[in-house]
């Protein structure tokens, strides 16, 4: 069982940066793929960015890759979405979510775990 609680969004101009965090409880976090993804209003939930249980460069979306960066600390059993540069249509509630097989990264329905999600709003 894996309990997840994002933190970090807010209200940014375009062309700012936030970073969110995403806080597990859980023993073997360090087991479970990552993922971050987000839903603005009016659309259906997209892919952000994921990275595996061993770390490495991640996977991004093509519409953030450049400006996002996903890191994991194992040891603080947190996973990081760095957002640089970020766009008005960025805005949206970000997720993030917990995969324990890590086979398909870009696919929701995969994802074992949710947090409750954090709101970002980039104005233009």
Known sequence: ????????????????SLRLSCAAAGRTFNRYTLGWF???PGKERE???AIRWSGGGGDYADSVKGRFTISRDNVKNTVYLQMNNLKPEDTAVYY?????LGLRLRVGAEYDYWGQGTQVTVSS
């Open 1 to 16: 069982q894996v309990q997840l609680v994002e933190s970090g969004g807010g209200l940014v101009q375009a062309g700012g």
């Open 47 to 49: 892919f952000v960015a």
């Open 96 to 100: 993030c979510a917990a995969d324990l």
């Open 38 to 40: 987000r839903q603005a």
